[in-house]
């Protein structure tokens, strides 16, 4: 057994499978080269799931996704060189500036935190989420408020609760938007981000979603 790994037996043959005793950061501190050679030693394989600013070296594994094999890796790519640059998918740079402190994955598939002191943006977090390219990260400053509404709301058309026409589920949705309003400093009134997830759930389709949101701002 590898340090912290665990062996299954099964008809005479034993198999090494994934360090479940620390599930959350058996990668963690290591190079990425050094967590390759230890995935293959437990007859594993590791990817790089995203690569995001931090104050370690470049290389260096940040956090890990909570899935069996394959593990994804986040990695460094060394501390944050301008925290006020345009980041994927923005118009224009941040309102407040950015900073990159380390992004930890959840069981839901989300990326937290998504802010810092200040209200400044987190980058790590900015690019998870731009991966799956929300219409919300598109908008500028200058949105106006029912242009948000309508992105917030169109995405959810003929779809179960919870989930977009990307495959995108509600928590993922709110942290978009909660992301969004930091980057912007949109300076509207919205509902707080329990009643955007409810009305999300809770809405048939954009028209209702959109009086939803209309009802709760008066």
């Known amino acids: 057994m590898l340090d912290g790994g665990s062996t299954v037996a099964s008809a005479g043959t034993s198999t090494t499978t994934y360090p479940i005793q620390d599930h959350t950061s058996y990668f963690v501190g290591m190079s990425l080269t050094k967590a390759e050679h230890a995935a293959r030693r437990l007859h594993g394989r590791v990817y790089v799931d995203l690569r995001i600013p931090s104050a370690a070296r470049p290389g260096i594994v940040l956090s890990e996704t909570l899935n069996p ?3 994804g890796l986040i990695v460094s790519t060394g501390p944050l060189k301008d925290p006020f640059g345009a980041l994927p998918d923005a118009l224009a740079p941040p309102a407040r500036g950015e900073c990159d402190v380390v992004i ?18 987190n980058v790590g977090a900015w690019l998870f989420y731009a991966e799956l390219r929300p219409s ?28 977009n026409i990307g495959g995108v589920t ?19 009134h919205f509902p707080t981000l ?21 009802k709760s701002s008066r």
Not at 139 to 158: G, W
Not at 199 to 210: F, K, R, V
């Open 69 to 71: 094999w394959p593990v």
């Open 104 to 121: 930890d994955l959840t069981e839901d598939g989300n990326a937290q935190p998504l802010t810092c002191r200040g209200g400044h943006v």
């Open 194 to 214: 329990d009643e955007i997830g409810w009305i999300l759930s809770n809405s048939s389709g954009p028209a209702e979603c959109m009086r939803n949101f209309s």
């Open 170 to 188: 509600l928590p993922e949705l709110v942290s978009e938007f909660e992301l969004a309003v930091a980057y912007n400093d949109w300076p509207y």
């Open 136 to 163: 919300l990260m598109h908008l500028s400053s200058h949105a106006t408020r029912s242009q948000i509404v309508v992105a917030i709301c169109t995405v959810r058309s003929n779809h179960p609760p919870g989930y």
